[in-house]
């Protein structure tokens, strides 16, 4: 069995940008990590360090030591704090709408905040694809539905809905359905301009009927080609 890391490398797990992976560290503690297949060193300059997707899962599954930092803008070297939720933890969280979004903040802040993780995310794209591509979702994405759609949405200026059952704007919400979500609008016009985002995005979604309470909604999942 793997030995677990040590305290140090388990700080800077913690510390990766919750969006690229991005790592921070002395060079042997990022030797240490790549040597047990948790981070992997790119290969073009600047020659940054990422997690892979079992640094992903390690970081997820078990609860961090330290506050992780505020998240690296990838390429650039300046980060900001994020707002909205999870922003006292120091972990950006894209907006899925309703009341699961328990903090509701606004303005150049938050536009900068997801600007800045949109773009590392198109960078992670580029990186972990094996073509290189960015024009469609990568395992991250994958691995996180609901937050990665939600983020196309909320990046392309959507509106998420607030936290009452009534109000307009988009929800992502979580589906049974194996590397999908499903996506709601009181609006058609909104679904219909969500489908486009998501399209653009690299997603596939279509729209969909529920047979009882006839309420129209998108089914979207990440395109592989």
């Given at each position: 069995m793997t030995?677990?890391?040590?305290?140090?490398?388990?700080?800077?797990?913690?510390?990766?940008?919750?969006?690229?992976?991005?790592?921070?560290?002395?060079?042997?503690?990022l030797a240490a990590l790549v040597k047990r297949g948790l981070a992997f060193r790119h290969p073009r300059p600047p020659h940054d360090h990422f997690l892979t997707p079992a640094g992903h899962r390690l970081r997820a599954t078990t609860p961090p030591t330290t506050a992780p930092?505020?998240?690296?803008?990838?390429?650039?070297?300046?980060a900001h704090r994020p707002t909205g939720p999870a922003a006292d933890s120091g972990v950006f969280?894209?907006?899925?709408?309703?009341?699961?979004?328990?903090?509701?903040a606004s303005g150049p802040d938050r536009a900068r905040d997801v600007h800045t993780a949109w773009q590392g995310l198109l960078e992670l794209r580029r990186m972990t694809n094996p073509d290189g591509s960015a024009d469609r979702p990568c395992g991250w994405e994958r691995a996180h539905l609901v937050r990665a759609a939600a983020l196309a949405l909320e990046a392309a200026g959507h509106r998420p809905a607030g936290p009452e059952p009534d109000t307009d704007g988009y929800r992502v919400r979580a589906t049974p359905q194996p590397e999908a979500v499903g996506v709601y609008a009181r609006d058609a016009e909104l679904l219909r301009a969500c489908a486009a985002t998501l399209e653009r995005a690299g997603w596939q979604a279509g729209e969909y009927t529920r047979p009882r309470t006839r309420e129209r909604y998108l089914l979207a999942?990440?395109?592989r080609v």
């Open positions: 030995r677990p890391p040590t305290a140090a490398q388990r700080q800077v797990i913690d510390a990766a940008d919750p969006v690229t992976g991005r790592l921070r560290g002395t060079e042997p503690q930092a505020a998240p690296a803008t990838a390429p650039a070297e300046h969280a894209a907006r899925v709408g309703g009341p699961e979004d328990t903090e509701v999942s990440p395109r």
